[in-house]
């Protein structure tokens, strides 16, 4: 992989990856919708159905498979959060880069859509709580940080194309 992004839900991984790998012609795979195809049902589905531990494990396989490969890859909010995947992202050779985005830039992108079963099921404390739990395990795999709080996904790749053309 040429970088991977990580972050909370709505911090912008799957818009930034997405415009990252048009301005490098390079591939762009997320992982939650591989997940998605290979399942053949929605995120809220395989919760809903199979429950989060076995989203965890597709999660974990589609990682390993995903990080062998050129491109960019966007990971899910949650994809840190397995010690093996954690150990996958720091030694990886592409570089990791975390989107930061406060809790309150993060609600107000995510509140409307219906697809993160964990948005559904929580309420705004324990998003909060959730968040601040999380942004220890991305820190421990990030190489490095950019601030996504009122920025455009313009700047925000503006930022980041210099450092991966290099
Ligand atoms: N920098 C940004 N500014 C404003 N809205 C954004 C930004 N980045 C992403 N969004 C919006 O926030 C929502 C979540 O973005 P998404 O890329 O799906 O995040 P993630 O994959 O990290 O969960 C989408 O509606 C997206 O259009
Ligand atoms: O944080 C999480 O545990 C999750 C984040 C989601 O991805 P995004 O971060 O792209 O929304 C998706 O993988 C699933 O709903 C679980
Ligand atoms: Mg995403």
Redesign the pocket.
């Known amino acids: 992989m040429r970088a991977v992004?990580v972050?909370?839900?709505?911090?912008?991984?799957?818009?930034?990856g997405q415009l990252l790998a048009k301005k490098l012609q390079v591939s762009h795979v997320?992982l939650?919708q591989i997940i998605v195809e290979f399942a053949g049902k929605s995120i809220n589905d395989i919760f809903a159905q199979a429950g989060e531990q076995t989203f965890r494990r597709l999660e974990h396989e589609l990682l390993q498979q995903q990080l062998a490969k050129d491109g960019i890859l966007?990971t899910?909010?949650g994809t840190p959060m397995l010690d093996a995947n954690l150990k996958l992202l720091q030694n990886s050779s592409a570089p990791i880069i975390l989107?930061e985005a406060s809790t309150q830039t993060i609600t107000r992108?995510?509140k409307d859509?219906g697809g993160?079963p964990l948005v559904n099921r929580l309420t705004s404390s324990e998003l909060a709580n959730l968040k601040q739990s999380r942004d220890t395990l991305y820190y421990k795999c990030a190489d490095w940080v950019v601030k996504?709080d009122q920025?455009?996904?313009q700047?925000?790749i503006a930022e980041i194309l210099p450092k991966l053309v290099v």
């Open positions: 992004l972050g909370f839900m709505g911090s912008g991984k799957t818009t930034i997320d939650d966007s899910g909010g989107l992108r995510v859509e993160r996504t920025r455009t996904p700047e925000i």
